[in-house]
């Protein structure tokens, strides 16, 4: 993965759920492509998310995205939808850990659910947190990765980074 990204941006506002990001009722589905049929389904006005979200796009949220259960499947179901990236102005813990562990990006910065509105494109370089908005050339600051969680997420995952560190 490269370490700038652009894409079209989703904008969601605070204290979004795992169970909104993929409810509970879905939990038996196995299937990668079935579960990315459900993403962000109980968000109130994303219902429609999952029929138009294109492989590319990024969704800057408010505080706390991610917060409740630890359900590693919110972090599945916007991978296989598409989403390469989230910021937002702070995460829950474990949805954080999750994402880094499944080599899914993550940026926190302050401000970014007011930075752009849905549609509008932007660039992120993950490596300093540089943020900026395409259409409109503003530019904000987040706060990236550590050292770790960056390569973490640059191998795959967790488990493709542990196995290349076992074998050298």
Known sequence: MSATIQGKVWVV????????????QY??????????????????????????????????????FGCGSSREHAVLCLQHAGVVLVIAESFGRIFYRNAINLGFPLLECSGISRFAKSGQKIEV??????IQNLDT?????GHPLSGLEHHITQKGGLLAYLKEEMEE
């Open 13 to 24: 506002g605070h204290d979004v759920d795992t169970d909104q990001i993929y409810h509970g």
């Open 27 to 64: 939990l038996p589905l196995t299937d990668p492509a079935e579960m990315a049929k459900h993403a962000m389904e109980y968000v109130p006005g994303m219902e429609n998310f999952a029929r138009e979200v294109n492989k590319g796009d990024i969704i800057l949220a408010g505080r706390n």
């Open 125 to 130: 370089d993950l490596v300093p947190g540089a």
């Open 137 to 141: 050339s503003q530019q904000i600051q």
